[in-house]
Each structure stands twice: as structure tokens, then as C-alpha cells.
């Protein structure tokens, strides 16, 4: 029998709440479990318009609010090819923010509405599971104070949050609450049993389209 597809696991959730750290380690896990897996992130830096988008990040450059929501769309959209050719082959991606992120951050900005913010990212492959790693305001600052990137404050990331919110009420999307408030171990451990139940799931059924 065919082994099927890879599954597309999402890891979101607000700033320092460990998905860089947890997306690593699954990728990690899943691979010495005999698994194929990569790992993916968004923004994806390296290419011409990751190169873009780390300068606004980093301040260097300032950039229109719609023309630079659309570049974070954009540099989704130049992946999607290798995306769905890795999970037809079998490659689980565990993916480090996706469109939930650009939708959040740009509709926690003035006069941006969610479905505005939606329309770019509508028919990206649709992931099978999105993992919110959830953090307390108070239990992310001791991980560190904010750092000099954009966005990086408090009253921005609370709207950022509310955002977030209102996309988790979308019943036709899997996605699963974590408390990021547990040990790198434990988290890590309950997001891997999750993972690979879904993998186990989707492996026989078609990628949907996000947002379609
Ligand atoms: N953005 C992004 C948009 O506006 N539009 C978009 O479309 C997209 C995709 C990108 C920025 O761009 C915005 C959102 C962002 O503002 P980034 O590069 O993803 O930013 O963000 P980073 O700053 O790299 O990452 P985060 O701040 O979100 O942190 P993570 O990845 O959630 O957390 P992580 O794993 O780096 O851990 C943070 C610290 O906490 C420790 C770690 O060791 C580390 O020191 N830690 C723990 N400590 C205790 N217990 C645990 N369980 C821990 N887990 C991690
Ligand atoms: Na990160």
C-alpha cells in the first residue's frame, strides 16, 4: 500500500511562545522516529522577497502597509510549488507561522479588516493541523524582553491576539489550543503525540485549499 501524503502541520501563537523551538524539535523527533519531515518558516528570509521583508522587520526600510502585507502573502505563494511536491511525496512540513500570522498582524493594524487581510493567502495548501501555542503577556516577557524588530510591543501584540482569536472560530480549520507555558519537554512531547496522529489521518486524504 502507498505510504500517502505528508501531513502540513502549522505551529502559531504569540511572540516567544516557543514555536521556532517546538518546530525544530518536531521536525527533529519525527525524522529519528523514521519519519520524512522538513521544516518550513514564514517569513522565509533567503529569497528576494524574505530579503524585503527582514529590512522592514528589522527597520531598515519602511514599506507601504498593503504592499507589505502582500510581500508576506507573496513569499508563501513562491513556496507553494515545492510544498505540495514534498507532501505528495510523502514529507511532512512542520511550518513556523503561516497566513494566520499575516492575517493577524496586519487586520491588529488601523483600518485593516480580516477578510481584506484573508483575500492574498486564500487557495495556499491548507494545513491539516495548526498548533496555537498560547502564552500569558506576563509568562512571555520573562522569556526575555521584546526585541528592536517591528511589531514587537505590547498593545500591538493584544491586538495581534484578537486577532488571532477571531480566526480560531473557523470551524473548517483543525486547529488545537497548546499551553506554551509547559517545560520545552512536556510541550514538545504532547505536540509530537498530536503530530503524528494527524499524519496518521490525513495521510489518504486530498491537501485542501486554505480559505476556499
Ligand atoms: N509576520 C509574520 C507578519 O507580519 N506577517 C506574516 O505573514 C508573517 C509570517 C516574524 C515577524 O513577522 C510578522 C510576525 C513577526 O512579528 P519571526 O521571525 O517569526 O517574526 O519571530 P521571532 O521573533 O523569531 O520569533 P518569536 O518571538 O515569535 O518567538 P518563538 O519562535 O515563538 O519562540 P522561540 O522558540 O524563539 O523561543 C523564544 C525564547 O523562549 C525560550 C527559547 O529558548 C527562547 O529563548 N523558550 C522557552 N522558555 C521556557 N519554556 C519554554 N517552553 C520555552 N520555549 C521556548
Ligand atoms: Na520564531
Same mark, same amino acid.
Given at each position: 500500500?502507498?505510504?500517502?501524503?505528508?501531513?502540513?502541520?502549522?505551529?502559531?501563537?504569540?511572540?516567544?511562545? @516557543?514555536?521556532?523551538?517546538?518546530?525544530?524539535?518536531?521536525?527533529?523527533?519525527?525524522?529519528? &522516529?523514521?519519519?520524512?519531515?522538513?521544516?518550513?518558516?514564514?517569513?522565509?528570509?533567503?529569497?528576494?522577497? @524574505?530579503?524585503?521583508?527582514?529590512?522592514?522587520?528589522?527597520?531598515?526600510?519602511?514599506?507601504?502597509?498593503?504592499?507589505?502585507?502582500?510581500?508576506?502573502?507573496?513569499?508563501? #505563494?513562491?513556496?507553494?510549488?515545492?510544498?505540495?511536491?514534498?507532501?505528495?511525496?510523502?514529507?511532512?512540513?512542520?511550518?513556523?507561522?503561516?497566513?494566520?500570522? @499575516?492575517?493577524?498582524?496586519?487586520?491588529?493594524?488601523?483600518?485593516?479588516?480580516?477578510?481584506?487581510?484573508?483575500?492574498?493567502? &486564500?487557495?495556499?495548501?491548507?494545513?491539516?493541523?495548526?498548533?496555537?501555542?498560547?502564552?500569558?503577556?506576563?509568562?512571555?516577557?520573562?522569556? @526575555?524582553?521584546?526585541?528592536?524588530?517591528?511589531?514587537?510591543?505590547?498593545?500591538?501584540?493584544?491586538?495581534?491576539?484578537?486577532?488571532?482569536?477571531?480566526?480560531?472560530?473557523?470551524?473548517?480549520?483543525? #486547529?488545537?489550543?497548546?499551553?506554551?507555558?509547559?517545560?520545552?519537554?512536556?510541550?514538545?512531547?504532547?505536540?509530537?503525540?498530536?503530530?503524528?496522529?494527524?499524519?496518521?489521518?490525513?495521510?489518504?486524504?486530498?491537501?485542501?485549499?486554505? #480559505?476556499?
Amino acid at each position: 500500500m502507498a505510504a500517502g501524503r505528508g501531513a502540513l502541520i502549522v505551529l502559531e501563537g504569540m511572540d516567544r511562545a @516557543g514555536k521556532s523551538t517546538q518546530s525544530r524539535r518536531l521536525v527533529q523527533a519525527l525524522q529519528a &522516529a523514521g519519519h520524512r519531515a522538513d521544516l518550513l518558516r514564514f517569513p522565509e528570509r533567503t529569497t528576494e522577497i @524574505g530579503q524585503l521583508i527582514s529590512a522592514y522587520l528589522a527597520r531598515e526600510r519602511e514599506l507601504e502597509d498593503h504592499a507589505v502585507h502582500l510581500l508576506f502573502s507573496a513569499n508563501r #505563494w513562491e513556496h507553494v510549488t515545492s510544498m505540495k511536491e514534498k507532501l505528495h511525496q510523502g514529507i511532512t512540513l512542520v511550518v513556523d507561522r503561516y497566513a494566520f500570522s @499575516g492575517v493577524a498582524f496586519t487586520s491588529a493594524k488601523e483600518n485593516f479588516c480580516l477578510e481584506w487581510c484573508k483575500q492574498p493567502d &486564500a487557495g495556499l495548501p491548507k494545513p491539516d493541523l495548526i498548533l496555537f501555542l498560547q502564552l500569558s503577556p506576563e509568562e512571555a516577557a520573562a522569556r @526575555g524582553n521584546f526585541g528592536r524588530e517591528r511589531y514587537e510591543n505590547g498593545p500591538f501584540q493584544n491586538k495581534v491576539l484578537q486577532s488571532f482569536h477571531h480566526l480560531m472560530k473557523e470551524k473548517t480549520l483543525n #486547529w488545537k489550543t497548546m499551553d506554551a507555558s509547559k517545560s520545552i519537554e512536556d510541550l514538545h512531547r504532547e505536540i509530537k503525540t498530536v503530530a503524528e496522529k494527524t499524519m496518521q489521518e490525513v495521510k489518504d486524504k486530498p491537501l485542501g485549499e486554505l #480559505w476556499k
